[in-house]
């Protein structure tokens, strides 16, 4: 199972910066002619710090579009920009860590998924995309504590998300009652997610419920496009369940959607 299978465990939505702008009024002096007041003209303008944040709105704004059209280095300009006046954005730090995982940099991805997580210990979110990251780079057993954390936190929206990957990763990292527990919790949560999905078809395979993880993986492919890897632990249920012709159908699947995968022993390479 791939970390990343089904773009749940990075599936990264930056948040643009909050907060109401506040409005800096100022008074001018009173005007008399003749005993009589005359009347007043209020100028209104933006305090510097409601300018900026402002300003580092827009950017974002920008450089999210320039992620999304792919051009990274002209995204990378505009975040750089709100680093430098706003250093502990835990937003402008996650969009950076997103811009360096798409060119490859996973090791500069990690830094700034971890300054945005440390910068915003009560975001669940930034919480979960480090947490993400860790599992993902041969970190399983570490990624868990900030998972926890992202649980912890009291406005996470979106819990099933890292129920699901601290499931799937205790489930990587040997923690198999630990897995059992968080995708199911994920799953009551929501039903659909593609990643609780595939890891508990994972974890039964592992317990040998072969029906059970026949009955799981078959969700999950329902659930989102089928990966490589969940087509080739289908069809090793199939030949556990002594299905040849399912398990063959499996096989054509693989060799047809992902040419470019290793074929050696796709029937018996996972056998717990």
């Not at 780079?137 to 998300?161: H, I, K, M």
């Not at 890897?229 to 012709?245: F, N, P, V, Y």
């Not at 159908?249 to 022993?265: D, I, K, M, S």
């Amino acid at each position: 199972m791939r970390l990343r299978e089904g773009g749940w465990l990075l599936a990264l939505a930056v948040l643009l910066l909050g907060g109401c702008s506040r409005l800096t009024f100022i008074k001018p002096k009173m005007q008399r002619k003749d005993g009589e007041q005359i009347a007043q003209d209020y100028q209104v303008s933006d305090s510097p710090a409601t300018k900026r944040r402002l300003a580092d709105q827009q950017r974002m704004a920008r450089a999210t579009q320039r992620v999304q059209s792919g051009d990274f280095d002209a995204a990378e300009r505009e975040v750089k920009a709100i680093l430098k006046s706003s250093p502990e954005s835990a937003d402008a730090n996650t969009l950076m860590a997103v811009i360096e995982d798409r060119r490859g940099r996973s090791e500069q991805a990690g830094a700034y998924y971890r300054r945005a997580a440390e910068l915003a210990p009560g975001n669940g979110g930034v919480q979960n995309n480090y947490g993400a990251w860790l599992c993902g780079n041969g970190f399983a057993a570490e990624s868990l504590v900030w998972f926890d954390r992202a649980l912890a936190a009291p406005d996470y929206a979106t819990p099933a998300s890292a129920l699901a990957n601290a499931g799937g990763c205790a489930l990587k990292s040997g923690q198999y009652e630990r897995a059992e527990r968080d995708l199911r919790q994920a799953l009551a949560l929501e039903p659909g997610n593609p990643f609780a999905l595939g890891a508990m078809a994972e974890s039964e395979f592992h317990h040998r419920r072969y029906f059970e993880a026949r009955a799981f993986v078959e969700r999950r492919l329902a659930a989102a496009p089928a990966s490589a890897d969940m087509l080739k632990l289908a069809s090793q249920i199939e030949e556990r369940l002594g299905d040849r012709t399912a398990a063959s159908r499996y096989v054509q699947r693989l060799r047809a959607e992902f040419p470019g995968t290793v074929e050696a022993n796709l029937g018996g390479n996972a056998v717990p």
